[in-house]
T-cell receptor, first 114, second 113 residues
Framework: DQQVKQNSPSLSVQEGRISILNCDYT??????FLWYKKYPAEGPTFLIS?????DKNEDGRFTVFLNKSAKHLSLHIVPSQPGDSAVYFC?????????????FGTGTRLTIIP | ETGVTQTPRHLVMGMTNKKSLKCEQH?????MYWYKQSAKKPLELMFV???????ENNSVPSRFSPECPNSSHLFLHLHTLQPEDSALYLC????????????FGPGTRLTVT
C-alpha cells in the first residue's frame, strides 16, 4: 500500500508559466514533508520542505503548500525555467515511522518547454 | 570530494558473482541509508545506520549485506543476486535526530545477468 502518491507521472509546462506538482498521502501521522528533484544519472537533491504545523513554505521560486485535512501537498514553481526539467519526488516522514525514515512517492517528470 | 559519493557508478554482475557497493559521505553526518530504485516504483528504503549501528532492515533478502565500519562509510555487499535485483542503488546520509533532510549520492546502476 503506497502511503505517498504522486498520481501524475509527467507534466509539461511552458517556460515562464507556473508548474504545479501534486502529492497525496494516506498516513495522518506524517509530520514533515519534503520535495526532491532528480536529474538523470544523479541522486535526488533536496529542494524544499514543510512541517505539519505550517501550511506554506516559500524559497525563491519554489513554494510548497500543505493541506492537512485533505492530506495533500503541492509544489509550485514560478516562473518555470528550462533547468527545472527533472523528476520531482515527494517524501514524508514522522509519526510511527520515526524521523529518519522517508517514504517516497513514485515521482513526476516535469518538462519545461522553451 | 564533497557531498555523498558512490562507487562504482555502473556494475554488471552475474548471478554467481560477489561484489560490493561503496558509499562515502563528506558532510559530517551520522546516519546513512541504502535505497533501491526500480523502474516506475518509489524509492525503497533497505537499510538505515545511525551512529554506525543498524537501526532498520526493511525485510531485505540476505543476499544483500550492509556494512558500516564508521560514520563516513557504508558498503552493500552483494552475492548470488537475481535479475530482478537490477536497479539503481542509492546511498544517502543525514544528521540524525537534528534534521529530516537526507542527502543522496549519484547511485550505482546495477545490472544482474
Amino acid at each position: 500500500d503506497q502511503q505517498v502518491k504522486q498520481n501524475s507521472p509527467s507534466l509539461s509546462v511552458q517556460e515562464g508559466r507556473i508548474s504545479i506538482l501534486n502529492c497525496d498521502y494516506t498516513n495522518s501521522m506524517f509530520d514533515y514533508f519534503l520535495w526532491y528533484k532528480k536529474y538523470p544519472a544523479e541522486g535526488p537533491t533536496f529542494l524544499i520542505s514543510i512541517s505539519s504545523i505550517k501550511d506554506k513554505n516559500e524559497d525563491g521560486r519554489f513554494t510548497v503548500f500543505l493541506n492537512k485535512s485533505a492530506k495533500h501537498l503541492s509544489l509550485h514553481i514560478v516562473p518555470s525555467q528550462p533547468g527545472d526539467s527533472a523528476v520531482y519526488f515527494c517524501a514524508a516522514s514522522g509519526g510511527n515511522f520515526g524521523n529518519e525514515k522517508l517514504t517516497f512517492g513514485t515521482g513526476t517528470r516535469l518538462t519545461i518547454i522553451p | 570530494e564533497t557531498g555523498v559519493t558512490q562507487t562504482p557508478r555502473h556494475l554488471v554482475m552475474g548471478m554467481t558473482n560477489k561484489k560490493s557497493l561503496k558509499c562515502e559521505q563528506h558532510l559530517g553526518h551520522n546516519a546513512m541509508y541504502w535505497y533501491k530504485q526500480s523502474a516506475k516504483k518509489p524509492l525503497e528504503l533497505m537499510f538505515v545506520y545511525s551512529l554506525e549501528e543498524r537501526v532498520e532492515n526493511n525485510s531485505v533478502p540476505s543476499r544483500f549485506s550492509p556494512e558500516c565500519p564508521n560514520s563516513s562509510h557504508l558498503f552493500l555487499h552483494l552475492h548470488t543476486l537475481q535479475p530482478e535485483d537490477s536497479a539503481l542503488y542509492l546511498c544517502a546520509s543525514s544528521q540524525a535526530l537534528s534534521g529530516y533532510e537526507q542527502y543522496f549520492g549519484p547511485g550505482t546502476r546495477l545490472t544482474v545477468t
